[in-house]
């Protein structure tokens, strides 16, 4: 029998098998029948047939790690972004095709039952989504690399617009189950907070004792992550927190009921919530706390592991690679310092000289306000035992420096860890780490000659750049399946695995039959998200417009205001001029701000002023809508992006770190307008400059004007005539005739300033350019063979995006795991 006939029995037994287990699923677990069952029924009884494979995978995978006893990778996130588990786990199994057929044959709609799943929302953004990613890469390598984080009852809020407000809605994801878990209360850790530290002489060694602590119980909660094609199955680990006591029965005896359960409350407040702030962190106790639970329960755990492995504890680095993503769990290095030396007997060399081969550090931000510090105050009596570590790595740290820079007092002070009252979690991270990356050549390029300078020159070789990635398999391969399928008729199916195979589209590049199906492809996708538009919010939005997308967490660095601004400058030329020449437009957001960002939920009420205004006015009807999709998220970015014909990456210059969400429009074919910041240099050197729109001020023209302080936004109101009527309809009644005043706030921000400089992330002086930009975009698309061809060319040069890359780039550079030999 040849090749062909068997891949094609295979797959029809394979639809005979699962055709029978979904309808014995449902009798099993609902008691109920295809005719019976609810969507949600549906979903959970076909996700379990897909887990008992998963489960399957993942009992050899860990029977492989266990006799094989090689080197593992931790990496350490409060944020997880994940998104649906479904669609991308049966991809990854090769599955997708043959449940498809199940479902055609069982008439049920496969994306209802899609839809069923809730968004493992454990993140605010970028940063969240970029460990996800990882996740996915490194099953998809064959490295054994494992996230640890935390399991939060409530993810990321849901947000509801009211009146053109955001309103914040929480997000009870568990409440419905979660198939994708599997909790190990057997497995639990015990975290200590507060109390006093005792030193007694034991055997005649110094032993700590931790007295009148408070212990909260970490319980495990194990996620497959299964790789594309590949054997391996890592895992995800998420952390719970329980009380020790589940109820104190003294006080319940005594009638106090409400006290008896008090502490129970307590310490399950940690893991109840995401902090909402994306770039911002709280200072608070609670997040504080939520750092140390689930970074002590993952350093345990990871070292109870290692020593169950029969390991010398001298070999603990070797065995045994901790990425930090971002500062957020920097205190895993003094907590590793805590165990090797409470618990395992070690001296302070021993400990620190295996504890700084351990760790990894990944810089997230340069933005001044992201910076994590902590009060030394809240620090010292929430983790004391921790606090005498930090202080000592700081003693002798600065100790060291000062031999290195004899009499430097400023340089010393500049570095040190715990300076003014205050913990420094970069700096902590910084010294406790073997290496330090930034995640785009630019915003490494920032930290060593900016804000990490005086360590840079310490020690050059611990840097490094490490340019962000993201899955293309969920990206372009799932969330936009027939230009996936396309892709594959031309260069064959390599490249799900080995992405810089996309480069061999470029010889197609100008073939005018691809690209007539990859127009078509566009315009099915544009249909389909017209549909769901019109659908949710009664807005009929034309598919032959050109959908021009900015969707990201709301942040003034971003710029969404300045999106708006040019939306307001185009709908003011066409009433100067009905006939003014421009392709229609449909313009989209989606944006979620920080719950306490009051400028950034301004921003999200002026474009919706702005859209209730556009798209209700008959003069410019078919030329422009404006639509702000709700609640923004992975699963919605799935239906936005390969609907994306533009999309808008405008940040400040130096500001956005990487961006990822502009990699993800890329491999779908959308054309970038955008500034000379974060990846978007390096996707300007892969595609070159003509195809894309390239506008603003670079990275050093910024730092210079806020070096010398002469930036003057009033001049340029002043003298732009355009700009200063679109600035002026913020506060004449034009936005919104009953509420005048309802942006003078932004207004007054732009070209005054509040507390600090006027306008700091250059709107008004980017806004001509970007407004230039955006004509040269237009006139562009109007020649179809022209635009497809750019089209082609950023779809063929994305590659390099993807976190496949970025991988194995971590891996040669920093963790130098072993590729994992199956079959
Ligand atoms: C990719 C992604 C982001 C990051 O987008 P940027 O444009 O890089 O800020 C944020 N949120 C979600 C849901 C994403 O999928």
Redesign the pocket.
Known sequence: MDEKKSKELAFEEMVDTMREEVELKLQRMFGRTLKTATDAQLYKAMATLLRDRVMEKWAYSKEMEYETNGRQMYYLSMEF?M?RLFGNNLMNLGLDQQVAQVCKELKIDLDKVRDSEPDAGLGN??LG?LAACFLDSLATLGLEGHGNGIRYEYGLFKQKIVDGYQVEVPDPWLEDGNIWEIAKPEEPEIISFGGTIERRIEKGKEVVKYCDAQCVKAIPYDVPVVGYDSEVVNTLRLWSARAIKPMDMGLFGQGRYVDSVAEKELAETITKVLYPEDNHPEGKSLRLKQQYFFVSASIQSIYRKFKKAGNNIFDFHKKVAIHINDTHPALGIPELMRILMDKEGLDWEDSWRITCQTFAYTNHTILEEALEKWPQELFKSLLPRIYEIVHEINEIFCRDLWKKYPGEWEKIGSMAIISYGTVHMSKLAIAGSYSVNGVAKLHTDILKEDVFRDFYQACPSKFRAITNG?THRRFLAKANAELADLITGYIGEDWMKAPQDLERLKTYAKDSSFQKNVAEIRLKNKESLAEHIENQYGIQVNPESIFDVQ???LHEY?RQLMNAMHIMFLYNKILDNPNFPMHPRTFIFGAKAAPGYHNAKMIIKLIHSLAKKINNDPRVKDKIKIVFMEN???S??EKIIPASDVSE?ISTAGK?A?????M?FMFNGALTIGTLDGANVEMKEAVGNDNMYIFGLTSEEVSQYYREGHYRPYEIYETNPELRLVLDQFVNGFLDSEHPDTFRGLYEGLLYGHYGMADPYFVLKDFEPYCQAHTRLGLEYKKPDIWWEKAILNIAAAGIFSSDRTIRDYNQQVWKLPFVKTK
């Open positions: 972004l998104g953004g970028g989504r993201v969707v990201k967490r971003k923004y998220r992975v919605l970015a990456q956005e990487s961006g990822t969400g502009n993800k």
